[in-house]
């Protein structure tokens, strides 16, 4: 038992030693994310037309920017033809006599969801 801590013990102290000789660790030096939803709810049989346009462009050094949309369309109810179109543009212009700057990462999250819905259908 004693020794099962001791080598517990010798883990954890070898693990948090490593932390610190790690020589660079990494980073990202800018983030461009988007993240949408797009979503139907109704009874139409027709499916929904839709577009989700983003575009990322990130030029020269760049540092410690984020740059975040969000949005979300939506349709509940009906029997006609649903569309919906999204545009988004992120611009990142870094300064060549910033220092070193690094890669920036890019995020898209845009689930498109559509639930078809025969209550829509009934006459009342």
Do not use: W
Not at 101 to 123: F, H, M, W
């Amino acid at each position: 038992m004693n020794q099962n801590r001791l080598t517990l013990g010798l883990l954890s102290l070898i693990s948090f030693l490593g932390v610190f000789t790690v020589p660079h660790s990494a980073s990202a030096q800018c983030v461009q994310a988007d993240i949408s939803v797009q979503y139907n709810i109704s009874g139409s049989r027709q499916p929904t037309e839709r577009t989700n346009d983003v575009d990322f462009d990130s030029h020269g050094n760049c540092q410690g920017n984020v740059s975040v949309t969000t949005g979300v369309q939506g349709n509940e109810g009906g029997t006609g033809r649903v569309r919906q179109r999204r545009v988004v543009r992120h611009r990142f212009r870094g300064n060549s006599n910033y220092g070193s700057g690094g890669s920036t990462i890019q995020i898209k999250s845009n689930p498109a969801i559509d639930v078809y819905n025969a209550a829509d259908r009934l006459e009342h």
